[in-house]
């Protein structure tokens, strides 16, 4: 293009201007330049066919396949069909900008479609939202792998875990290095051209606000707005701090029980807490949980049930508050009590733990700069946080898989944009704090950063902030910041169970 500007803006010497074959030389140079460039653009990809299809709950949409590299590194070579569901807007005359929908860590979007239609419902009625299953998840080339990972409470045999990398990879249909978040946002931006798609809003919850941020640092031009529900920016290491977030999770319901004094009167979270920690950390615990029908003699070690805590309890409100009760139980070595109390939880960390590992998540562990996990900044962190066993845990096995994991660069750094964008984080989330996306507006001035009090992962349905979130996608303006703070409070917390 400099070439060609350079032709017609007179910048050339006068003698190059004179003289008409030398013009009729300089058109067809101008003309070859101009082939030339052509040429060496990728091609456009077609506009995708969408054809009627029902989505989880009877949602009636347009679904179809994209094709997409399954590396972008040889875009001409293996191709990908990416799984993607568009529901049109009710309006006969909808808005030109779209909502698309990010999914969380290994998600898929399109089984997401029911909750995000009846939480948008009244953006639904002037834009489509649109479902991508990200590349390695749903319906868009998801592969796993059984007994990869060692199961809960069991020493880490790196020997073993080389060989069952290997067993794995060579099962796999396709080469699971390519499903990176910066491949899955090159995924993103070629189904928005298909779609015929110019401008886009996005909305993305927990993993889902690091694809829709590493999409604003490479695509910004074609955001018209986002809105961040429970993330962390590229550049946090956001599990390698879940120590401290989780303590800080923890220490606030602590500070709600002591005002509560239904909790207040027999709890005491913190004393209760160090007390299963000291007694974990001598030597697991072997309790026999019901399971179904039946029963399950289970091994419960530190970082398992420092990791039933975050994610059991401290993730959600409503679980929150179950927790003083729960430790007070425990602190006293009464462990059935409450796994009879708490079937559904119990049975729902037995089943994760023994599911299938989809080889996606792996990759993306390996890759994005925000899943780092460095065991001595872990370890730092020992003195003000009870939670350092878990992560350590994490960051000991992730290292023993990445080290012979392939995958490909995935994204990190700061993102850099003058898109509107909100962020909305709850005070007590125990992974994703207000702290991790406090220096958003250093690089992206037009973003606010919006802390709910008291609320943990998930966000957006709390007090009135759907009704600011409709109007700020619609309008792409956001209210005044005293607006967003008067919707944070939550409508009502959940009682603390006696």
Known sequence: MDAMRSAVDGSHPPE?????????WLLAGVVLLVLAACSSRPPTPPRVALSACTLTDSIAARCGRVPVPQDWAHPDGAQLPLWVAVVPATDPQPARDPLFYLAGFGGAATRDASWALQTFKQLHTTRDLVFIDQRGTGSSGRQTCTGLLPSPGTKLDTAALRVAVQRCLASAARDPRHDTTAAAVRDLDRVRVALGYDRINLYGGSYGVSAGLAYLQRYGSHVRTAVFDSGSLLDVPLWQLVPTSAQQAFDQLARRCARTPV???????????????????????????????????????????????????LASPQTAVLLPADLHT??????????RRRVDLIAAAIQASSAPTQLQQLTIRCSDAWAAMSPRDIAAQAPRSLFTAQSLHEAELQRAVCANWPHDPGVSGAVTSDAPVVFLNGS???ADPPANVAAAPGTMPHAMVVTVPDAAHGVVTEGCLLAL?????????????ANWAACAWPSSLPAFSA
């Open 16 to 24: 190059v201007r004179a003289g008409a074959p030398i013009r009729v």
């Open 263 to 313: 909790c207040a009167a027999s709890n005491h979270p913190q004393a209760d807490l160090a007390a299963v920690v000291r007694r974990l950390r001598a030597h697991p615990a072997n309790v026999v949980a019901p399971v179904g029908a039946g029963q399950q003699t289970i091994t419960i070690d530190l970082p398992g049930f420092l990791n039933f805590v975050i994610d059991g309890y």
């Open 330 to 339: 425990i602190a006293r070595g009464d462990w059935s009590t409450v796994l």
């Open 428 to 430: 007590a989330d125990p």
């Open 469 to 481: 979130v409709t109007r700020f996608i619609q309008s792409a303006q956001p209210t005044d910041r």
